[in-house]
């Protein structure tokens, strides 16, 4: 039996110093619920993700606590880990659980606070989805890892740096200008007239990485309901289906054979989930990806197989990842207009797919979304998912 | 179609200050992989239980670097954190995702590295496991949950606190034992002969818990590999089954509406695998408990079923639970005699309970051993996982 999100819901991604993990979980879980029009007893189970409430919260083992907020008292509820990716790993196993039979309906979600915990603990905590040992002792974090990738990028491909600077600076310009007219984004209202010059000399962060290039610190939470088809029939009007789901994982930076551009465990996700969704990355109306700095939405383009390597950064330059060109990508801003609330990130692409596929996103519509695809990366190509949601 | 252990692995539980978690788990994993007599390219995923790495190794996302360590490069590989039942919450993730025909070989274990974290980081990493607004800030931590247990459980069933220490010491005494006897045990050769005397008069750490009433600080690793049935005939002498699994949660201690000692979510998980395996607990033959401290084993026999509530201190004290009464609990000494290296505890219960369903755990075997029932309990009653194991 295929699975369906019948439900979704989001906080305002931003600063929320006053707010728990919990809260901000819980808060995107009542959105969700509403949005679902089902009875809190038909939930069954609880996937959570979350990356470093230890770290900045003081709080690990989160699930159950959720859980009871929720009013979900004594459901087996589970945390996920895996850096920026945990909520969709999360996903992913709800997703098998129900299509095994073990659940009719659960909930999803994640939540993270890195903007209230501060640029100290939120940088070192963040530094912890690297390899702990050869990595970031060697003092990588990740505008390091990505300004790495961004050069050998340009290397291999033989494009001399300024012009990939200004190339991927589009990445930035196009996905502002999205947060900018997103009332859920961090910077919504903001940023939205951004020109490629003011990417360029903005602050530099890790060369040819400037702050523009990068996505921000962010507190928020969110949550998506599931459930197997007949339920999603008999209580939803437009049940989006999952159509197909890939993970996969990857070693140590420096363990990683192929080059990282390649992003090889991404290629393999997403190969597994267009297997099983039986499509090809033509069918796919738009994507949401994971844009932690404007190199990585190009490496995640071409991983997924929607450009050839080495082309993604030209393409978007002439627009063809902006909302008139002939593959939209990040629609509600990305990690870099929306936010990156690291646990969250995953649910919230889910939340878009799905306001999109329902024609619901009324403020930055793709026009005629029927199959949407994810894309969340945690860590330095760690840890994959892919998701694919579509409708009949 | 049934899912069953084909292979387990574990360190020697202690310190090991020069191996990393990953270097832990894969110690364990290399044994496990020997002893199922398979290969590698035979496992398909990798489930990963770990609490606390970015505390004490400053590392989270670790599932994508321990599948490349062991050569499952780009495997799906997740990372579970469920506090000191990570472990057993991947392992029944694990038994489900086989179960459902998605994979037909995964390895499932865990690490954690406390000892050598030293006392300041690993009491402040393990208190992450208690609601971190409302208790952890109080200043309760473990010893105080369970000596506020305690009390309680005295004031219950009217039993005096002097005669509780005694009867709860017998824990202590009886777990110490196996664990002196066990090779993997932190306490190998040590401890084997503490009398009733020695527990009550060691240091007192949380009135009336002393020092010998508690487990240790550990460092450690196990693994599991599981395998559908038809695999683990093919590969397999005398597969040992999954009978039953069970999960449930917990919110804040103090929104625990009934009585803490009654471990309302460890009785429901534990009916949950009960009524998976269609036994009851008169049909098993020993039981590994989350016995972090004394009182701790108490509780869990009583919510698992095996005594009514108030009456399993008495049992203890005339050994019911030793290796020679009706229900052996602790044969490899529990987590206060063998260690709790907290992300590895679970699984390093499922590798006892294979080894003397099997007839290998020479230095401690219970008799004509059947059935098992492991037990883990993660926080304040937060994360609950009961799994039954057997063979035909």
Same mark, same amino acid.
């Given at each position: 039996?295929?699975?369906?999100?019948?439900?979704?819901?989001?906080?305002?991604?931003?600063?929320?110093?006053?707010?728990? @993990?919990?809260? @901000?979980?819980?808060?995107?879980?009542?959105?969700?619920?509403?949005?679902?029009?089902?009875?809190?007893?038909?939930?069954?189970?609880?996937?959570?993700?979350?990356?470093?409430?230890?770290?900045?919260?003081?709080?690990?083992?989160?699930?159950?606590?959720?859980?009871?907020?929720?009013? @979900?008292?004594?459901?087996?509820?589970?945390?996920?880990? $895996?850096?920026?990716?945990?909520?969709?790993?999360?996903?992913?196993?709800?997703?098998?659980?129900?299509?095994?039979?073990?659940? &009719?309906?659960?909930?999803?979600?994640?939540?993270?606070?890195?903007?209230?915990?501060?640029?100290?603990?939120?940088?070192?905590?963040?530094?912890?989805?690297?390899?702990?040992?050869?990595?970031?002792?060697?003092?990588?974090?990740?505008?390091?890892?990505?300004?790495?990738?961004?050069?050998?990028?340009?290397?291999?491909?033989?494009?001399? @740096?300024? &012009?990939?600077?200004?190339?991927?600076?589009?990445?930035?310009?196009?996905?502002?200008?999205?947060?900018?007219?997103?009332?859920?984004?961090?910077?919504?209202?903001?940023?939205?007239?951004?020109?490629?010059?003011?990417?360029?000399?903005?602050?530099?962060?890790?060369?040819?990485?400037?702050?523009?290039?990068?996505?921000?610190?962010?507190?928020?939470?969110?949550?998506?309901?599931?459930?197997?088809?007949?339920?999603?029939?008999?209580?939803?009007?437009?049940?989006?289906?999952?159509? #197909?789901? #890939?993970?996969?994982?990857?070693?140590?930076?420096?363990?990683?054979?192929?080059?990282?551009?390649?992003?090889?465990?991404?290629?393999?996700?997403?190969?597994?989930?267009?297997?099983?969704?039986?499509?090809?990355?033509?069918?796919?109306?738009?994507?949401?990806?994971?844009?932690?700095?404007?190199?990585?939405?190009?490496?995640?383009?071409?991983?997924?197989?929607?450009?050839?390597?080495?082309?993604?950064?030209?393409?978007?330059?002439?627009?063809?990842?902006?909302?008139?060109?002939?593959?939209?990508?990040?629609?509600?801003?990305?990690?870099?207009?929306?936010?990156?609330?690291?646990?969250?990130?995953?649910?919230?692409?889910?939340?878009?797919?799905?306001?999109?596929?329902?024609?619901?996103?009324?403020?930055?519509?793709?026009?005629?979304?029927?199959?949407?695809?994810?894309?969340?990366? $945690?860590?330095?190509?760690?840890?994959?998912?892919?998701?694919?949601?579509?409708?009949?």
């Amino acid at each position: 039996m295929r699975v369906a999100v019948i439900g979704v819901g989001m906080t305002r991604f931003g600063k929320h110093p006053e707010k728990s @993990l919990v809260d @901000l979980f819980a808060e995107a879980f009542w959105e969700a619920l509403n949005d679902a029009n089902i009875e809190l007893k038909d939930i069954e189970a609880v996937y959570f993700g979350n990356f470093v409430g230890e770290l900045t919260d003081g709080s690990a083992n989160l699930s159950g606590f959720v859980a009871d907020e929720i009013g @979900l008292k004594n459901a087996p509820a589970i945390r996920y880990e $895996g850096a920026c990716a945990s909520s969709t790993v999360a996903f992913r196993e709800a997703v098998r659980a129900v299509k095994a039979g073990y659940h &009719k309906c659960v909930v999803v979600g994640g939540a993270e606070k890195l903007l209230s915990a501060g640029t100290a603990i939120g940088t070192r905590a963040l530094a912890t989805a690297v390899d702990g040992i050869y990595e970031m002792t060697a003092g990588l974090t990740f505008p390091g890892v990505f300004a790495l990738a961004a050069r050998y990028y340009g290397k291999k491909y033989e494009i001399p @740096l300024q &012009k990939l600077r200004e190339m991927i600076a589009y990445v930035s310009v196009k996905n502002h200008r999205y947060g900018a007219m997103n009332p859920k984004a961090q910077f919504y209202g903001k940023y939205g007239d951004l020109k490629v010059e003011d990417v360029l000399n903005s602050k530099m962060i890790c060369s040819p990485l400037t702050l523009l290039d990068c996505c921000p610190m962010t507190d928020g939470g969110s949550a998506v309901i599931i459930a197997n088809e007949k339920f999603a029939k008999d209580v939803c009007d437009k049940p989006v289906y999952v159509l #197909g789901t #890939g993970q996969a994982s990857g070693g140590s930076l420096f363990r990683q054979e192929d080059d990282i551009i390649k992003a090889i465990p991404r290629k393999k996700a997403a190969e597994m989930a267009f297997k099983e969704a039986k499509i090809t990355p033509k069918d796919v109306d738009f994507v949401e990806v994971h844009d932690c700095f404007t190199i990585a939405e190009i490496i995640a383009l071409e991983a997924m197989g929607f450009f050839d390597y080495g082309t993604a950064c030209y393409a978007t330059a002439e627009g063809v990842t902006s909302m008139d060109g002939d593959l939209p990508v990040n629609p509600d801003g990305g990690l870099i207009g929306k936010g990156h609330p690291v646990g969250a990130t995953g649910t919230s692409q889910i939340y878009t797919a799905v306001k999109q596929i329902r024609g619901e996103f009324k403020w930055n519509q793709v026009k005629n979304a029927r199959i949407a695809m994810t894309d969340t990366l $945690g860590g330095d190509f760690g840890t994959l998912v892919n998701v694919i949601l579509g409708v009949d």
